[in-house]
């Protein structure tokens, strides 16, 4: 059974950084695109950025690019979303989500909720 | 960057019957089009993928259509675990696949 199994919710200041996970299973990890799709409060889905694990190629959205960092640990099956310096804007749902070849996000994570507060 | 465009932003429709929601993109994306269903507290759901496909597990009652630049979602007969929002995407600009904002799908 395939399975992409998200770090648990996270609460933080802003400055501080923060690293969250997405852990694949039930499949061949390094041949299939992971991608982080962001849900703000209320709001709707966005396109953040996708990842190669096979090889480490990775992608970014325009509004994302020089904001995250996704990086992935093939050794562990594992893709990974990272912040230097969290802002409240960035408080959201974060859900990964696996990419075959041909065809969209196919299976999805539970989510990561992330709330940035003082 | 490609914009997809979903309406109506509401739906209200009774149980058993059809709903019809609509995805425009901003330019042709030809068949790469993808439509996701969310229901609140879950992660999105695979529906349709290449405009017209169903996913695994997808009843029959949902059905995709179209090309380039206009999709509809139809839903044939309304079950009450169908209301929720929907999403487009498309895929066919290669890496950033766009969605829509969303079409929420209520009881009337």
């Known amino acids: 059974e395939v399975q992409l199994v998200q770090s648990g919710a996270e609460v933080k200041k802003p400055g501080e950084s923060l690293k969250i996970s997405c852990k694949g299973s039930?499949?061949?990890?390094?041949?299939?695109?992971i991608g982080w799709v962001r849900q703000m409060p209320g709001k709707g889905l966005e396109w953040m950025g996708i990842i190669y694990p096979g090889d480490s190629d990775t992608r970014y959205s325009p509004s994302f690019q020089g904001q995250v960092t996704i990086s992935a640990d093939k050794s562990i099956s594992t893709a990974y979303l990272q912040w230097s310096s969290l802002k409240a804007s960035d408080t959201a749902m974060y859900y990964c989500?696996?990419?075959?070849?041909?065809?969209?996000?196919?299976?999805w994570g539970q989510g990561t909720l992330v709330t940035v507060s003082s | 960057e490609i914009v997809m465009t979903q309406s109506p932003a509401t739906l209200s429709v009774s149980p058993g019957e059809r709903a019809t929601l609509s995805c425009r993109a901003s330019?042709?994306?030809?068949?790469?089009l993808a439509w996701y269903q969310q229901k609140p507290g879950q992660a999105p759901r695979l529906l349709i993928y290449?405009?017209?496909t169903r996913a695994t597990g997808i009843p029959a009652r949902f059905s995709g259509s179209g090309s380039g630049t206009e999709f509809t979602l139809t839903i044939s007969s309304l079950q009450s675990e169908d209301f929720a929002v929907y999403y487009c995407q498309q895929y066919n600009n290669w890496p950033l696949n766009t969605f829509g904002q969303g079409t929420k799908l209520e009881i009337k």
């Open positions: 039930g499949y061949s990890f390094t041949s299939y695109w």
């Open positions: 330019q042709s994306v030809s068949s790469n």
């Open positions: 989500a696996r990419r075959p070849g041909t065809i969209p996000f196919d299976y």
């Open positions: 290449g405009a017209s």
